[in-house]
């Protein structure tokens, strides 16, 4: 990947950002810029801005106000919002001189199922303002998948036999072909993406390069080989290709004839390397040997962060601005200098210091002493990654991102009027999306029981990560929101509709006296965690809170000014206490700390075990047994209605003012235009939830399966294969 030089994510970078501190030459690039759009290069640097690469010059100002547009999502899908970053501008390769691009040409492959199934090569005109971007005047050219040579061109949709400088668009040779081949299927593979598109240069220093991986890859790339690309879609899906390698022979066969190699262009011998190798670090005031791993799934070389600081320490490495380092070390017997990223190393041994990725691997042969499929097949420390999958959560904090900070003031307006859909706003995230992205990616389990919880965890993180991303934009954000916690299924809103009917309102219970203060109701819950032994625990009143009664860490904390019946008081030590504190207590006592925090998938154990414990107390009238049910219709209905809509059907299923108005506050958390239609989903779980662990212990399941940590029921065999975990200590006394 080119060098990162700069990001800016919001105005306030912006304003305070020294474009001087960029080098002569850069690329500025939105993150999830789309088509090309919103890219400048930045050729050269004049005395008030930029010379790009159409030869008109941008000054500093009219920079700044591309990338408040970038900010704005003028370029990204949808419109999302997006930030700026500068990037190294990469050389093309003298290899491409013949063609006489106008910028820097880039190579697109399809990968599906493994298989490379169809490229072209992107070259930009004048037209196109230097970018390699066909929809915008650039030249589109097909390459045969088996020899790596232009087939066809294309510019503007028509079918064109010369390029400008009057090189025929067929017969161009592309130096790397297989690998960029290989390199392709390997992304796939390690992105997991079913359909991508795969762009890559060729660097004059560094070869090979990836710019970036599309999960939307444009239909053009047909049009330059002027075949139709369903068909070749169709022809490898379904095959099993269970390594890249056979991906790239698969297309190699299908698509056309392999070229055998001329004498004059095989390669000199290469050095063979065991899967471990030791390296010795340069540069410093004396070598450091440590232990390696060979990664050929890894992109680049990667160094623990513990290894890098002694290294900083005698001076072996030089760091970059953009977190990378610099460093010279020698495998097997030839000099390496190359950049490398500081990632915890988990390969199961704590002498492994270090995993040097393909790039590094260009010039050596691998030879793991076992069968190919196995070459990366390394144990993995399934504690260590549990224990930084942990750290991530703690980073990501969903419910704290998705409460808009102006919530109170929005109520507010809402209490007043009841047509009124609030307009909601939310802090900056706390964290760097693409920096949890990135830990996330190396973060790879083994597929033992551990290692497939933790993978559907780490999966579970990315989904995470992409909600928050989404907060504001209703359609996608409550895309995302399915994608995390699950859609509307008719027979889930037939259920709660039948339920709900069978609610028989003359039959609820009126409060036993007058009901208990926030000032009480905190003193009764601290007697219900003392008689748990659970003294770490404290009960804080905020007036903040939006629900009566909320979990914090060993916090309970109650809103001010709430007033709660006695039996609610009792439903809510069975739902809070003897559920969620009780359940986070064992999970803290289990070596794991995700049983603590939350496997992929627990909150809808949790909450249904939470709703079928406080049933038990609840009066077969009392109006909270049916929220969960409330709950899921309003998620099915504000899925295409308004915030104010919504309440007024909430009123209508049988419910007060208050609760429609906080059911609303819930279900339309993420949006910011809460008068237009969507949902966030979590909302199903209650219900969701209470069904499953209903079922569950009805059917003769074992309520301490479910107290074990924080767990999804639907993976409880898995849980049950993991033999070092400690039974459950704190139980329910009812």
């Known amino acids: 990947m080119p060098k990162l030089y700069a990001k800016i994510t919001n105005r306030d970078e912006l304003r305070a950002f020294d474009f001087q501190s960029i080098p002569e030459a850069a690329a500025l690039k939105p993150n999830f810029g789309y088509g090309g759009e919103g890219i400048l290069i930045l050729r050269q640097r004049e005395q008030n801005g930029w010379k790009t690469a159409s030869g008109s010059v941008l000054s500093y100002e009219e920079v700044f106000e591309h990338i408040e547009n970038i900010f704005d999502g003028m370029y990204s899908l949808n ?80 079918r064109i036999r010369q390029l400008p400088n009057g090189h025929a668009t067929a017969g161009f040779k592309i130096p790397y072909w297989e690998e960029m081949l290989l390199i392709a299927s390997r992304i796939q593979q390690m992105t997991n993406i079913g359909f991508v598109g795969v762009d890559l240069t060729i660097d004059r220093d560094m070869g090979p390069m990836l710019l970036e991986v599309n999960a939307r890859a444009g239909l053009m790339v047909q049009i330059a080989n002027l075949a139709p690309l369903g068909k070749r879609l169709e022809r490898v899906e379904g095959i099993k290709v269970n390594a890249p390698e056979k991906g790239v022979r698969i297309a190699q066969d299908l698509f056309g004839e392999k070229v055998a190699k001329r004498d004059d262009e095989k390669k000199e011998e290469k050095p063979v390397l065991a899967t471990e190798e030791p390296i010795e670090i340069l540069g410093g005031k004396k070598p450091v040997i440590v232990r390696a791993v060979l ?134 995230l706390s964290f760097d999306t693409l920096e949890l992205r990135d830990r996330l990616q190396y973060l790879q389990a083994d597929d033992s029981p551990l290692g497939v919880l933790l993978e559907k965890k780490r999966r579970e993180l990315l989904l995470k990560i992409t909600l928050l991303e989404e907060r504001g934009k209703n359609d996608a954000f409550t895309r995302a929101s399915e994608a995390l916690f699950g859609s509307v299924e008719a027979g889930l809103i037939k259920e709660a509709r039948s339920f709900l009917q069978g609610w028989n309102k003359e039959a609820m219970s009126s409060p036993e006296g007058v009901a208990v203060s926030a000032e009480e109701a905190k003193q009764i819950f601290e007697e219900s965690l003392k008689g748990y032994g659970l003294r770490e625990w404290n009960v804080v009143i905020k007036p903040s809170a939006i629900a009566d009664v909320t979990l914090g860490r060993q916090s309970l904390i109650v809103r001010e000014g709430a007033a709660f019946p006695r039996e609610r008081i009792a439903s809510l030590i069975a739902h809070e206490i003897e559920t969620h504190v009780l359940t986070a207590e064992n999970g803290a006592r289990q070596p794991y700390e995700l049983f603590e925090r939350g496997m992929a998938g627990y909150l809808e154990t ?62 339309k958390r993420g949006m910011k235009q809460t008068g237009q239609h969507g949902a966030f989903t979590k909302e199903l779980v209650y219900f969701k939830g209470w069904k499953m662990v209903s079922h569950f212990l009805e059917t003769g399941g074992d309520t301490k399966a479910l107290y074990i940590g924080k767990i999804n029921l639907r993976d409880l065999d898995l849980v049950a294969k993991l033999k070092d975990l400690i039974a459950p200590v704190y139980l329910p006394k009812r």
């Not at 990664?295 to 890098?308: E, G």
């Not at 209905?637 to 609303?664: I, K």
């Open 295 to 428: 990664r050929a799934d890894y992109d680049r070389t990667v160094f623990d962060p513990s290894l890098l600081k002694e290294l900083e320490a005698i001076g072996a490495v030089e760091a970059d601005a953009d977190g990378t380092y610099r460093v010279k070390f020698s495998l097997g017997g030839k000099k390496l200098q190359t950049i490398v990223r500081s990632v915890p190393i988990m390969e199961g041994d704590p002498e492994i210091r270090a995993s040097i990725g393909r790039r590094d691997l260009a010039g050596f042969l691998v030879d793991p002493g076992k069968k190919p499929e196995q070459l990366l097949s390394i144990v993995i420390d399934c504690k260590r990654i549990d224990a930084q999958l942990a750290d991530i959560d703690r980073k990501v904090q969903l419910l704290k991102h998705i409460r808009p900070v102006n919530l109170e003031e929005e109520r507010a307006k809402a209490e007043r009027d009841s047509s009124y859909n609030p307009v909601f706003a939310y802090e900056e």
């Open 606 to 667: 949790q909450e249904g075990l939470a709703v079928y414990n406080q049933n038990q107390v609840l009066s077969i009238g009392n109006e909270k047994r049916y929220w969960p049910a409330m709950n899921a219709l309003a998620v099915h209905y504000g899925l295409t209605h308004s915030f104010a809509e919504l309440r007024q059907y909430v009123r209508r299923l049988g419910f007060s003012d208050e609760r429609s108005l906080r059911t609303c506050l819930k279900v």
């Open 79 to 158: 419109h999302r919002r997006d930030m700026a970053f500068f990037e190294q501008l990469i050389i093309p390769s003298d290899a491409f001189t013949p063609l006489n691009p106008a910028g820097l040409p880039d190579i697109r492959i399809i990968v599906f199922n493994l298989v490379p199934v169809m490229a072209m090569i992107r070259l930009p005109t004048e037209e196109s303002e230097g970018k390699a971007n066909v929809h915008l005047g650039g030249i589109g050219l097909g390459i045969d998948i088996a020899k790596g040579v232009t087939t066809f061109g294309v510019q503007r949709n028509k």
